[in-house]
């Protein structure tokens, strides 16, 4: 009896793990171990601070700030560092071939961030393809210009597309800030 209640349990707790890691997953939170935590300090460290994941800095609070480098908390040591920012102008990212057809965007920056989203291509084969992206490019585009990233969530219905977008999304920024 009592193993029977030790299986179940721990098959429920299994199942509660899992299903919330696959709804981490599929509202695009989806991260490795590595990503989310926080680097090891240097040989010989001995700080209690913690460091902040990329791409964010912190408040005096000791939260963190989306977007640039570390802002020193009161009386901390050493300057802002912050990362090099997309080039103003309008950006083409590549054309992602999917299975119902090719997916391009284009971005347009000001002032180091996306002020504008369009896709000069969506897929258009078929009747179907136009409705699912009459619905997905709206919302995929309002997505990109929260997130100032190409780390935007699939739209349920338009996952080929959510995917082409992504990816050119992330050539077009590729293109701001390196070329």
Do not use: C, W
């Not at 009896?1 to 199942?15: C, E």
């Not at 040989?43 to 209690?48: E, F, T, Y």
């Not at 005096?60 to 802002?80: I, K, N, S």
Request: net charge positive; proline share 11%.
């Amino acid at each position: 009896m009592r193993r029977a209640v030790i299986a179940v349990l721990g098959t429920a707790a299994g199942t509660a793990l899992l299903v919330g890691l696959r709804s981490g997953l599929a509202a695009g939170h989806g991260t490795h171990a590595a990503a989310t935590a926080p680097p090891a300090a240097p040989a010989g460290s001995s700080s209690s601070t913690p460091v902040p994941p990329p791409g964010r800095g912190t408040t005096p609070a000791g939260g963190t700030t989306p977007g640039g480098g570390a802002t020193p908390a009161p009386g901390g040591p050493g300057p802002t560092v912050a990362k090099p920012g997309p080039h103003a102008g309008t950006f083409t990212g590549t054309v992602v071939q999917t299975k119902y057809g090719p997916v391009q965007v284009r971005i347009t920056v000001a002032g180091g961030r996306i002020t504008d989203v369009t896709a000069p291509q969506l897929p258009s084969s078929h009747g179907e393809s136009v409705r699912i992206n009459q619905r997905a490019a709206p919302i995929l585009r309002q997505e990109a210009l929260d997130a100032q990233n190409a780390e935007i969530d699939t739209v349920s219905g338009a996952t080929y597309t959510s995917r082409g977008y992504r990816t050119s999304l992330q050539a077009a920024l590729d293109a701001a800030t390196h070329g």
